[in-house]
């Protein structure tokens, strides 16, 4: 049974930073490149960051280029989110997921596989 668990989310002030954790069980972490994804209540999910199977190539969404890094350790079978000068825009649930293929990077939501439950970030005024 494949299962991504996120930590790491809290209430962080604006300009603060957070990271954020996904740890993969019961699949091949190396089969497959990892994103993160945050959905605001109200709206669509939206696509942050990927990263592929090494970590050599790495995929960002404008909102998070600058400011977000994404990396993996396979000896660890995680994914990281690494989360600076947080504005209250960032505020949402953020999700990992584990997307089709291990080589290369999408932000489209119906090519990730397995999805974890998320955690909720929220940065204050």
């Known amino acids: 049974q494949v299962q991504l668990v996120e930590s790491g989310g809290g209430l962080v002030q604006v300009g603060g930073s957070l990271r954020l954790s996904c740890a993969a069980s019961?699949?091949?972490?190396?089969?497959?490149?990892m994103g993160w994804f945050r959905q605001a209540p109200g709206k669509e999910r939206e696509f942050v960051a990927a990263i592929n199977w090494n970590g050599s190539s790495t995929y960002y969404a404008d909102s998070a280029k600058g400011r977000f890094t994404i990396s993996r350790d396979n000896a660890k079978n995680t994914v990281y989110l690494r989360m600076n000068s947080l504005k209250p825009e960032d505020t949402a649930k953020y999700y990992c997921?584990?997307?089709?293929?291990?080589?290369?990077?999408?932000?489209?939501?119906?090519?990730?596989?397995?999805w974890g439950r998320g955690t909720q970030v929220t940065v204050s005024l």
């Open positions: 997921a584990a997307y089709i293929i291990y080589y290369a990077l999408g932000h489209n939501p119906s090519d990730y596989d397995y």
């Open positions: 019961g699949l091949t972490f190396t089969r497959h490149a």
